[in-house]
């Protein structure tokens, strides 16, 4: 990806957060000239602040999660006797200090990797995205090193899964010795990877084994409704999950009206 390519997307992404839409239409409201507007602007500028509030409490956010966790299929255990390749989409990195270190996100994903390959036997590791030498070296030798595989050159859920797919035919050439894949990203992106994988991998048999959810039984609490940094952060998440989600639902139709 082109640095104008990452400043684009990364620019997108600010404009669409909550906080970017917040900011956005109360400066075109600000636009509008005073006189008899005034008692209205100031009520919409009114209804905004209240709605970027809520966007900012735990409520909204783990609300919004478990919507997108319902659209996940339970976790299946795969059929024995085959073997297994564990693919985990990379969840990010952040810096810390002069090194970089797999986000809170792909650890978690790792955590459950891990444990399903713990089951799996002689099972394999298959690490997707640009992200994959840093999870690697954070798993520290454990599953060993000549079990683990790396994929690289992906950069987004369509890119870890099409890069996944090639990855997995070329070491697997003959269809009928394939293995199992179970897929393991956060449940509230399951859906999105799902989608991905039926396009790319109908060959192989998907197993969703999602991370354990973020979302907690979420109680009718006044503390749940006071706006946080935790809660724009959670709502902020699944903000961009579900534009995302609408995003590839439109172009799959779109493809499909093409064909």
Known sequence: MSQWSFFQSTLIIALLSPLGLFLAASFFLLLVPAGEERKRRRTLLSVLTLLF????????????????ESLTPEAEEGRGG?????????????????????????????????????????????????????????????????????ETRSLNTEGNLRESAVFLRRLYPDERSRPQVFLVTDRFHMARALRWAKKFMPDFEVVPSPAPS??????????????????????????????????????SRHEAQDQ
């Open 214 to 251: 973020l979302v907690r039984h979420v109680p009718w609490h006044p503390a749940n409704f006071v706006p946080t940094c935790r809660g724009l952060e959670l709502t902020s998440m699944a903000w961009r999950e579900t534009l995302a989600l609408l995003r590839d639902w439109l172009r």
């Open 53 to 68: 509030a809520f966007s900012c409490t735990d409520f909204c956010g783990k609300r919004m999660l478990a919507f997108l």
């Open 82 to 150: 085959r073997s297994a390749v564990v693919l985990v989409l990379g969840g990010g990195a952040v810096a810390e200090g002069r090194t970089y270190q797999p986000s809170v996100s792909s650890q978690r994903r790792l955590r459950a990797a891990r444990e399903i390959l713990s089951r799996c036997g002689d099972g394999k590791l298959l690490l997707s995205g640009i992200e994959s030498p840093l999870m690697a070296r954070w798993l520290r030798g454990s599953p060993p090193r000549e079990k683990t595989l790396l």
